[in-house]
């Protein structure tokens, strides 16, 4: 493995160039991603948390952790949200290896159940997620998979 997976309460550092880096995976503004880092660093609470791949001092993959990942069933949280790897670097394992860290680290913090949206389909089911419901994404005319993790 040539790459380390963290946590960014354990590289408070980090913050801004993780904050940059999920801009310009998903458009959403640096501010945004910034506050909520800022709080997950500052703060004891489970959510919000982010977590990072680092290869050679480079973020190659990241995810958080959020209430909500701007769907309409509030009732399901929290949320895994911004899972991204490099397209240079899939295929080794790295988005797995986030994944397993996210599931662990919440089983730690006391939340054994996370929910997750997207459109892919057969990726997740390999790390032990399964297809929970459809739901409606905040301004998205499509609605979209929403997937369930139950931590053991």
Request: with cysteine; charged share 25%; hydrophobic share 35%.
């Amino acid at each position: 493995m040539n790459y380390s997976v963290l946590r960014l309460c354990d590289a408070p550092e980090m913050k801004r160039k993780a904050a940059e880096w999920f801009h310009s995976k998903w458009g959403v503004p640096a501010e945004v991603y910034l506050e909520s880092m800022e709080e997950c660093i500052s703060q004891q609470n489970a959510v919000p948390q982010w977590y990072l791949a680092v290869k050679e001092d480079r973020i190659v993959g990241g995810l958080g952790v959020i209430e909500n990942d701007f769907h309409d069933r509030k009732d399901l949280a929290p949320n895994v949200c911004a899972v991204y790897t490099e397209e240079t670097e899939r295929g080794q394992g790295i988005a797995g290896a986030l994944l397993q860290l996210v599931c662990d680290d919440m089983k730690q913090r006391g939340i054994d159940t996370l929910y997750l949206v997207t459109d892919h389909t057969s990726f997740y089911e390999r790390y032990g997620w399964e297809f929970f419901c459809m739901a409606q994404g905040n301004g998205e005319p499509e609605m979209t998979r929403l997937y369930i993790h139950r931590q053991k």
